[in-house]
């Protein structure tokens, strides 16, 4: 389950107050986030089946990012331009710059639109209704809705739509801090996870939120197609961190220069991760 998004949907999401605005001293940050996906009742009504509790922590110009049950620290090191990440649980740490990120997400549009041209040709130039949502991923245009008094962002095409309540932020440092950030683990779990969706989306939505100065509190998140999917996610916001926190924070950053964290690829440990993934 990755971290900050659902089923490796990559989506960021803040959970607070409706009517709150983020403190303009911010400087830590916090943010438990719970994910569900909303599934149909026999009565007609939806309820959230739980899909995954994450930590992440902002902190000393690093995020943190823990998910407990599957033992995985994501470190995002803006000023390296890098993530280091540790896996716990197989005792195996790697390190991968923005760069191969970069080239990663660029391989793997340049195979889709490879796959896309061969659909065109196997109908006549033109491509199947089926490809579509392929297309859509790659140049997804959005008609966006703000309704300023329900303070809810609207992202909507014809295959997912984005419903986002939002807080205001005083702190346009902060705003872009988190947005930043969202950008790039984002990018980070197409790569470590390529089965999931392009992380173009979600980064469209990361610049509706900036022009607006806004952080999301809670996104519904509606997919289409032959599996119509319906997921949400919350978030707590705390401002201040905790002795538990920073005891976390010293833990993960004496753990990444441990000699017992095998240190491998991205390659390698990309591959140990799908192994483990299948396993379960």
Known sequence: MSRLSILWIPIVWLYSNYSMT??????????LTRVYEQRPTPAGGVRDEPRSVALTIF???????????????????????????????????????????????????????????????????????????????????????????????????????????????????????????ADWIARLNFALHPQSMYPEARIRLN??????????????LTLQGEQRRQLRAEHKLTWKLDSTDRSLINEW????????????????YQKAMLLSSRSR
């Open 59 to 181: 902190h000393a110009g690093r995020v943190y990012d823990y998910i407990d049950s599957v033992g995985e620290v994501i470190v995002f090191e803006p000023t390296e331009n890098r993530f280091t990440i540790m896996s716990s649980n197989r005792s195996l740490m790697t390190t991968v710059d923005f760069d191969e990120v970069r080239q990663t997400l660029k391989v793997a549009k340049s195979e889709a639109e490879k796959h896309l041209d061969v659909l065109a040709s196997q109908h006549g130039g033109a491509l199947p209704a089926s490809a579509a949502g392929i297309v859509a991923q790659f140049s997804p245009g959005f008609d966006e809705t703000w309704k300023p008094q329900a303070r809810e962002l609207i992202m909507a095409n014809p295959h997912l739509e984005y419903r986002v309540l939002c807080v205001e932020t005083d702190d346009g440092t902060l705003n872009e801090t988190y947005l930043h950030y």
């Open 207 to 220: 610049e509706a939120l900036r022009r607006r100065r806004l952080l999301p509190v809670e996104v519904r």
């Open 253 to 268: 950053s004496s753990r990444m220069t441990k000699s017992e964290m095998q240190r491998v690829s991205f390659q390698e």
């Open 22 to 31: 983020v403190p303009a001293s911010a400087q830590d940050l916090k943010v």
